[in-house]
């Protein structure tokens, strides 16, 4: 069962459009992560946040924005989709550094 | 710079014999790895980890090898089976750093029944 949840799973946009992607853990945890991942190539930390109304930019420069009102929320949007955008999206948290629990992921495909 | 490295993106396997996946860092200040498996469409989950004080640290059908002075991890699955097809991602973490996981590139595993 699954305590970390990514909606949607799969999205096709047209270019230009607003987006908002969705990860809610039920676990409490306080740290929490985006990472984008392309196929063959390495998880790139894009976000990360270590409580409420804290939020870091990552290693991999993103055009994204994320927000953490509530221990549990820390969607990611992108305010105009490109092309460039689309990727597999990976939301993870953790109690303490000592490892993740990832979603399932969102595999965004910007038309 | 990648402070790890997934030299191999793939490795078949027959059904039965051991899977070896190796996993190479660059930053001495990695003190904790974690390899991580992802099947596809699916985020990773998490398999085994080894703190920097042990060099072996076994669960049930898989050991992770840890080589401080080659900064060398492997991981060994033995026996292989064909539910163990999947990709698996090797991750390291420095206590004194920013606490993120740095991940290599993958290595995706065939077991072939």
């Known amino acids: 069962e699954a305590d970390i949840y990514q909606t949607p799973r799969y999205l096709v946009i047209g270019t230009g459009k607003k987006i908002t992607l969705e990860c809610s853990q039920t676990?409490?945890?306080?740290?929490m992560y985006w990472y984008q991942q392309d196929p063959g190539m390495e998880l790139h930390l894009i976000h990360y946040?270590?409580?409420?109304?804290?939020?870091e930019k990552g290693d991999l420069s993103s055009e994204s924005t994320v927000s953490r009102i509530r221990t549990e929320h820390f969607p990611l949007t992108l305010e105009s989709a490109r092309p460039s955008h689309t990727s597999q999206y990976l939301c993870?948290?953790?109690?303490?550094?000592?490892?993740?629990?990832f979603g399932s992921g969102t595999r965004l495909t910007v038309v | 710079d990648q402070q790890v490295k997934q030299n191999s993106p793939s490795l078949s396997v027959q059904e039965g014999r051991i899977s070896i996946l190796n996993c190479d860092y660059t930053?001495?200040?990695?003190?904790?790895f974690l390899w991580y498996k992802k099947y596809p469409a699916e985020g990773p989950t998490f398999l085994i980890s080894i703190s920097s004080i042990k060099d072996k640290n076994e669960d049930g059908r898989f050991t992770v090898f840890l080589n401080k002075s080659a900064k060398h991890l492997s991981l060994h699955i033995v026996p292989s089976q064909p539910g163990d097809s999947a990709v698996y991602f090797c991750a390291a973490s420095e206590s004194g750093g920013a606490n993120n996981l740095f991940f290599g590139t993958g290595t995706r595993l065939t077991v072939i029944p």
């Open positions: 676990m409490g945890h306080d740290k």
């Open positions: 946040s270590y409580g409420v109304n804290s939020t």
């Open positions: 930053n001495s200040m990695f003190d904790y």
């Open positions: 993870a948290s953790s109690e303490a550094h000592r490892g993740y629990t």
